[in-house]
């Protein structure tokens, strides 16, 4: 029997899991900005897992975005359209790559002076099981977030600064 015919029978479906309590200590605004416009701090957060980034427009509210990932010490080529819905929701589906259907939904809910960010998932893969899906993209995750802190920390004091 194959490995993706075995996976596919572990993995028949979509499998679905959240990722919850990231806050990013900024009001909502300043934190889709960060994300969305900012071209000096956020560009530099993940420049050593991705590389060959490029964007193209399909509406006011989708983007396709294709890309290579550094994974297990390889280069993968990813796709994904991204549709955001300012302030609350930002869609990602991965198009290409072993992940390929999978679908995440990124909420952002002001809390006070701070943003939440809940990532609700449902995720597919041709070379993991659902308990390894589950792990890895949580661990991606975190790991998004450790990078984006210390960029966005600094894209907050430049906003202050500025008045």
């Not at 930002?90 to 952002?108: C, F, H, N, T």
Request: glycine letters at 4%; hydrophobic letters at 35%; a positive charge.
């Amino acid at each position: 029997m194959s490995a993706n015919k075995k996976l596919a029978e572990v993995t028949p479906g979509p499998v679905y899991f959240e990722d919850r309590g990231a806050v990013y200590k900024a009001p909502l605004d300043m934190v889709w900005d960060f994300w969305l416009n900012d071209e000096t701090y956020h560009p530099k957060a993940h420049t050593s897992k991705v590389r060959n980034f490029k964007m193209k427009k399909l509406s006011e509210v989708t983007t396709l975005l294709r890309y290579e990932a550094l994974e297990a010490r390889k280069w993968r080529k990813r796709a994904c359209r991204m549709t955001v819905i300012r302030p609350a929701v930002r869609i990602q589906e991965d198009l290409e790559g072993p992940d390929a259907g999978s679908v995440k939904v990124y909420v952002y809910t002001p809390r006070g002076s701070s943003t939440a960010v809940d990532v609700l998932c449902w995720m597919r893969s041709t070379e993991r099981t659902p308990k390894q899906i589950r792990s890895e993209a949580r661990r991606m995750f975190a790991n998004a977030f450790r990078e984006d802190l210390p960029w966005f920390r600094q894209y907050v004091r430049s906003r202050k600064d500025k008045g």
